[in-house]
């Protein structure tokens, strides 16, 4: 991976889409939920003042709203603060 966050930031792949169906019906890609779970694909150093608690690996929960999503050779990642992951599963 080429990507290095900084400070407290990390790099998380997101989880793939749940593929629901309704009594037949398939749910079109806009109508999907966002998935909230993702890999950590790497991490920051930490700043003096936050130690990085989740490492390379672990398998996360996070808010709706938060990182920011990139697209890296062709892939989607979100890059985001750790304070914003609610939980490591």
């Known amino acids: 991976m080429n990507i290095k966050p900084l400070a407290d930031r990390v790099l998380i792949k997101p989880a793939p889409a749940e593929e629901k169906t309704i009594g037949g019906i398939i749910i079109p890609d806009s109508a999907k939920e966002k998935p ?20 390379v690996g672990d398998n996360v929960l996070y808010g709706k709203y938060a990182g920011t ?19 490591i599963i």
């Open 36 to 55: 909230l779970k993702g890999e950590i694909m790497a991490v920051g150093n930490g700043t003096k003042d936050e130690e990085m608690v989740v490492k």
């Open 69 to 87: 999503e990139i697209e890296w050779e062709g892939d989607k990642y979100l890059i985001m603060r750790q304070s914003d992951i609610l939980a």
